[in-house]
Structure formats: structure tokens, C-alpha cells
């Protein structure tokens, strides 16, 4: 056996591992204030020593308290094993479960330092977004997956382990539920108390259910969002091809967008006010070319779009100089989004125009009452050539960052009469309408060979899949399938796995069906080498109920109920998930977003066929149902198909109360 097999069954060592150093080349977590009382500090303690033997707690009660201390979390360091975490061929990791192995697979890819962004915390994204609050748990989670049967399901609270419990072999293997709270107690500063004392964390979306898988997910997004965007001014718009989109933001998600841009086949310029920021999306060749000069910069562009040709070119320095440079030569832009940080916009999230980058740092560190001041005034700035270029044509989106929000706060000419935005968000006029109430949604798979070749024999069986289907597709789905097609085809090309072999695309119902039977087939014939291992972001049409993102364009009220996202977990996990998760939390902050998903391992089997079928049809469909009762005409038309091709799928159709009727009442 294996050292990593061994060191797997051995759980949490019974003898005190060496202490280990503290690894300044790896990315840490930020220190969490400091917000326990003494006693609940006490009891911090006394709850993290509950993995341990009693002989030991004398030392590690010391340790615990110290990291407390520095860290505002007990992360139990001296337990992080020494072997690489990373995925690996399923069968490498020691199992009695396949399912479990995939499990293994899955959620050591969570923790890759290429993939993680705080690994040594447990983080894999977000600042926060924990796979385990501590290295007992991750010790014993996998101890309890190598040695599980068909014949358990593993309860996951918050990242701990409760156990093992009998079940069967049509259940799932593992329910995961991150940050569940009683609804008064989650507020900000109830997740920073609860999580100090090691009872719940902050799962994010896929972090805590082990579904992460890089920076593909969030190209494919973008990509997705800035081809819908064509259509919104130039509805049969096959791509971005001759068309400027101009944004903010080359960090961690928002770098993403000069890299789909260029998928997209438009030309899309970027402002990054921090060089830093800028020259390494450029070493890595997600922008192709830089700028200092705005006049050089403006030409390039106007010249590409003339050319249709596909290029990045970033801007080095603010996004208002661009903006306002844009209004004064009367330049024509097409689209235009924002993906600075403005959900955290005075502590580095946005900054200030007329200063350098180093300036604003100083101001913000010594003067953040100023700060705040010029931020506000930048803003309204923004506001102004935005809503002129608007005028002008342009059709501009908030891309989920608060920009709208922080606009109005600081006093910008940003709200209608009625007090409504002026602009829609990337959710309630692209995603919502024209993907997520037809039922398209980020669907993704992994191979559980983890090797490059069954990626590849995937991604042909997937675009045969939706060329199939392209044949008879009626045409409000036809542009999305046909992105998808487009995308599948280049997938490889693109080059964009980090971690595990894995690809996403957009699907609806029918489509993860048909791909994932497809797999299925695959794997029982042998042409594929192992097991798939299905999944799908929780930024999706059912998995997540957020009245502020993915459910925004809710708008009969329920976009504030939350059941929708448990309806969904509860019906994935006896359909045949090979695990299920919900998480409250995610991009929009706790308390803020309940959110879901699940895994299925596909091995081949009528089992598995039967499952996918039964459970991938109900996923999907959970939300369409639901968007359809709330009125979206895209989803009326999507549920009344899926009935169509299923005679057992019997779901309530709203009628739809004429406004005139409604508008003459005496209320
Ligand atoms: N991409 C998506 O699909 C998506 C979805 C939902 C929300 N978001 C939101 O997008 C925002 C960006 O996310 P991120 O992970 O890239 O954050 P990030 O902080 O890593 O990157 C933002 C970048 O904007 C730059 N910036 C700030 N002010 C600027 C200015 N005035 N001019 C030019 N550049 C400026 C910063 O230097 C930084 O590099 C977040 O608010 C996030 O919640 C993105």
C-alpha cells in the first residue's frame, strides 16, 4: 500500500505529529478579528480538543489557544498531513466505495495549492470559502470515506464528520450542509462568532461541496454573459464579433472577462488600476496587449472592431479616465459592465480617479474618511459617462459587483423616476430570461481517470450530443445550444484546466441528459477508461435561491423565500445523488443566499442510467416550474415542453391577471 494510503486510513494520528512551520511561499488566509468573549474562547478550545485523545490535550490546548489567538480560528496546523493534496486517479485514493473514492477525488481537488486559494486554511476561494474548518476534519473525512460501503451515507455538518450511518446503496454517499443556521443567527458577524467557536462554516458555493474546479468555470460564465449581451442589442447576434465591450477589473473573477471576450470573438477593453494586477494577466496571456496611452488604446480598438477581429486590450490606470476619454471623442461602445470590487468599496474593492494607485493606498490606510469622499465623487464621475454613453446607444449591465447599489449610495444620477436602477443586472436581463429560465445552467463533469485523453473523448461526445440536438431545437434554445456547440469544440484548445480534468458547459434539461447518458454508455463500452463524476455550479437554475443574483428576476415576491434551493437538495439526494450539499452564504454574503448542488458518479451501470435520468431531469426542472409560477414567459414556455416529452411531469401554470384589471382596483 501506498504511503498516501496508509496515511489516509490512519485518520487523525494517535501520536502529536512533529509542529510544523508556518509556509510564508504559500497564500494564508487574513487574520479573523478577534470576537470571542473569554468563556466562549474557553469553549472554542474545549470543542476543537474533541478530536483528540485526552493525553494530548495538555499541549494542544496551548497550541489551540495560540492560534486563536493569531488567527481568530483554530486551524490545528500541526495536523496538515504531509503528503500532496491534489486529484488524483480515483482508484488512487484507498475506498471500499467507488463513489467514496470519486468523493476523495473530488474534494482533495479542492484543496490543491493550484487550485486553493488559502490551502493551508482550508479555503479554496472567496476569502472564505472553507471545504473544512480545521485538519481533524479533513483527517477524518477521508479515514471515514476509505472505509465506507454502498451501504452508508456520511453526515457532513459544517465540515465535521457526525459519522457514518447506515443507509443504501441508492443513497447518497455524503450530505454536506454548510453554514445552516437558525435564521436570526446569520448575520455577518454570527458567521465570524459561530465559525471561532468550530460550529459552521462558510461553504461558499462549490467550495464546501467539493465541486470547484478552477477558473474555467468563471470563463465560461463570462463568455456566456458577453455573447447574451450581443443579443440584447442585436437579437440574432451569433457572437461579439465587431462589437467593443468596455469593463473594469483584471482580478481574481473579473479577470476573466478580456479571456472570454476574445472567446466571444469581440474586442473588449479592460481598465486595472493596479499594474500589478495587469501585467500579470498579461504574462499569462489572459490580455493581449497593454496600454498606458488612452488615445493609443482607443485607436486599437476602433480599428479591431472595423476588422472584426477577436483581441483584449487592458488599460493601465482608472476606469473613469477611459470612460470619460470615450465620451469626449464620441467614441460608439456597444456594451458596457463594471467588475471592480464595489461589494467592498473602501477597503481596496474601488479606487479613486486622479491619484496613483500607491496614493490611494496611503489615503485609504491614513485618511479613510477622504477616501471614502473621493471614492464617492469617482463614482458619481462613472455614473456620468456611463449614462452618456448609454444615451449614445451603449447597453450597459451591472455584473453582480454592487456597482449600481454604491453608485446610488454615493449620490449618482443612477435611479429612475420610480426609485428602480437604470440599469439591470447581468442576472435579471441575460442569465435569468435567456439561460436559467429555459433551464440552461452551468453543467460540468470530471474524470475520475483524471487524465487528459477521457477529457477529450468527453468533450467529442458532448458536442455530437448538442449537434444532435441542435437538429431539432426550436429556435428560442438554438443560440445558446450553438454557443455551446462553439464552446465544447474549442474547449481543448483553450487549454483551461487547472486541478482535475474537467469541463463545463451550458445545458438544459434535455441536454445534461442526453451528455450524461451519453458518458454513461461511454464508460460501460470502455471507450472512456473510468467513471465520470457529474456536477454543476450552485449559479444555476434551481440550485440557488439570492433575490439580489440568481433569482432576480424573480419577481412575484418569492424571489426572498428560500424553498426552492431546499426542495431541490431534497429531491436530488433520493434521485439518486452520489452526494448532495446546501450552503447558506456564496458570492452575495451569509444570510444573504441559500445555495445548492450535488455530485453523481456515472459508472457505467443501468443503475447510474437510471439515476442520472430520474435525478438530472428533476434538478433542472425544480427551477423551471418554479420561475414559470413566478410568471417569466421563458420558463412557462421551457416547463410546458419538458411536459411534453414527459407524461409524468404534471406542473401548475400560472394564469396571468390582466394589469389594467389590476390597475383599476379601489386598493
Ligand atoms: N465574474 C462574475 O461572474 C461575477 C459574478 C458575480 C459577481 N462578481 C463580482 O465582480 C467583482 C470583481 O470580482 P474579482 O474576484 O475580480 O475581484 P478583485 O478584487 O480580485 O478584482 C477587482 C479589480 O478591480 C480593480 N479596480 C478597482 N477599482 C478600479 C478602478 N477604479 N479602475 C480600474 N480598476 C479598478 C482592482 O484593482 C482589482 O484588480 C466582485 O464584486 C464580485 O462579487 C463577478
Not at 476523495?104 to 479555503?123: K, R, T, V
Not at 440557488?544 to 426542495?567: C, H, K, L, V, W
Request: charged share 25%; net charge negative.
Amino acid at each position: 500500500m501506498t504511503d498516501i494510503k496508509q496515511a489516509i486510513l490512519a485518520g487523525i494520528p494517535s501520536e502529536l505529529p512533529p509542529k510544523k512551520q508556518y509556509d510564508t511561499t504559500v497564500s494564508h488566509a487574513p487574520n479573523r478579528k478577534d470576537i470571542l468573549t473569554r468563556e466562549e474562547k474557553k469553549l472554542a478550545i474545549k470543542n476543537a480538543l474533541r478530536y483528540f485523545p485526552e493525553n494530548l490535550h495538555s499541549v494542544l490546548a496551548t497550541e489551540f489557544a495560540e492560534e486563536l489567538k493569531e488567527y481568530g480560528r483554530i486551524y490545528m496546523h500541526r495536523y496538515r498531513p504531509d503528503y500532496e493534496i491534489k486529484s488524483r486517479h480515483f482508484e488512487d485514493f484507498p475506498h471500499k466505495s467507488k463513489q467514496a473514492a470519486g468523493i476523495m477525488m473530488m474534494l482533495s481537488n479542492n484543496l490543491d495549492h493550484a487550485i486553493a486559494q488559502h490551502p493551508h486554511e482550508l479555503i479554496t476561494y472567496g476569502g472564505n470559502g472553507a471545504v473544512f474548518q480545521n485538519w481533524a476534519q479533513y483527517l477524518l473525512c477521508m479515514q471515514l470515506l476509505a472505509e465506507m460501503t454502498d451501504e452508508q451515507t456520511l453526515a457532513l455538518y459544517s465540515g465535521h464528520p457526525m459519522g457514518l450511518f447506515p443507509s443504501h446503496k441508492d443513497a447518497p454517499r455524503v450530505v454536506v450542509t454548510n453554514g445552516m443556521m437558525i435564521p436570526n443567527y446569520s448575520k455577518p458577524d454570527d458567521w465570524e462568532k459561530f465559525n471561532a467557536l468550530g460550529v459552521t462554516q462558510y461553504g461558499q458555493m462549490t467550495a464546501g461541496s467539493f465541486m470547484y474546479i478552477g477558473p474555467q468555470g468563471i470563463v465560461h460564465g463570462t463568455t456566456i454573459t458577453v455573447l447574451n449581451a450581443s443579443r440584447k442589442i442585436d437579437s440574432t447576434a451569433k457572437d461579439m464579433s465587431g462589437k467593443i465591450f468596455v469593463t473594469a477589473g483584471l482580478g481574481g473573477m473579473s479577470g476573466a472577462q478580456p479571456k472570454a471576450g476574445v472567446i466571444a470573438k469581440g474586442v473588449c477593453i479592460v481598465a486595472e488600476v493596479n499594474p500589478e494586477a495587469t501585467y500579470k494577466r498579461h504574462e499569462q496571456g489572459w490580455v493581449d496587449e497593454v496600454y498606458k496611452n488612452l488615445d493609443e488604446l482607443i485607436d486599437r480598438a476602433v480599428q479591431a472592431r472595423e476588422n472584426k477581429e477577436a483581441v483584449s486590450l487592458a488599460y493601465d490606470g482608472n476606469i473613469v479616465d477611459l470612460w470619460e476619454r470615450l465620451v469626449e471623442r464620441e467614441i460608439h461602445i456597444e456594451l458596457g459592465s463594471d467588475q471592480t470590487s464595489l461589494h467592498n468599496p473602501w477597503a481596496g474593492g474601488y479606487y479613486p480617479v486622479g491619484m496613483s494607485f500607491e496614493d490611494a493606498n496611503d489615503m485609504m490606510a491614513n485618511n479613510p474618511e477622504q477616501f471614502k469622499e473621493e471614492v464617492q465623487k469617482t463614482l458619481v464621475r462613472h455614473t456620468k459617462a456611463i449614462n452618456t454613453l448609454s444615451q449614445r446607444g451603449m447597453y450597459f449591465f451591472d455584473y453582480g459587483n454592487a456597482f449600481l447599489l454604491e453608485a446610488s449610495r454615493a449620490g449618482a444620477d443612477i435611479l429612475k423616476e420610480n426609485g428602480d436602477f437604470k440599469y439591470s443586472s447581468y442576472v435579471q436581463d441575460i442569465m435569468g430570461p435567456m439561460c436559467f429560465d429555459y433551464g440552461f445552467g452551468p453543467f460540468r463533469w470530471v474524470c475520475a481517470s483524471n487524465t487528459e485523453k477521457d477529457l477529450e473523448i468527453t468533450d467529442k461526445i458532448a458536442g455530437e450530443v448538442l449537434e444532435e440536438l441542435m437538429k431539432t431545437a426550436p429556435k428560442e434554445i438554438q443560440l445558446q445550444l450553438q454557443d455551446n456547440i462553439n464552446w465544447i469544440k474549442a474547449a481543448g484548445e483553450n487549454k483551461m484546466v487547472v486541478g482535475s480534468e474537467a469541463r463545463i458547459l451550458y445545458a438544459d434539461a434535455e441536454g445534461r441528459m442526453k451528455i450524461a447518458e451519453a458518458f454513461n454508455n461511454a464508460v460501460a463500452s470502455g471507450v472512456l477508461s473510468s467513471p465520470i463524476i457529474l456536477g454543476r455550479d450552485h449559479h444555476d437554475v434551481s440550485g440557488t435561491d439570492s433575490p439580489y443574483r440568481e433569482t432576480s428576476n424573480i419577481y412575484d415576491g418569492s424571489q426572498f423565500t428560500a424553498d426552492m434551493a431546499i426542495q431541490n437538495v431534497i429531491g436530488d439526494s433520493f434521485r439518486g445523488a452520489t452526494w448532495v450539499s446546501i450552503h447558506n452564504g456564496g458570492g452575495v454574503g451569509w444570510g444573504e443566499v441559500i445555495n445548492g448542488g450535488f455530485g453523481m458518479m456515472l459508472d457505467g451501470t443501468k443503475d447510474s442510467e437510471r439515476r442520472l435520468k430520474s435525478m438530472l431531469f428533476w434538478d433542472v426542472n425544480n427551477g423551471i416550474s418554479r420561475r414559470s409560477w413566478a410568471r417569466n414567459k421563458e420558463a412557462n414556455f421551457a416547463i410546458k415542453r419538458a411536459m411534453e416529452m414527459d407524461p409524468n411531469l404534471k406542473v401548475t401554470i400560472p394564469n396571468f391577471a390582466d394589469d389594467t384589471l389590476i390597475n383599476k382596483l379601489n386598493l
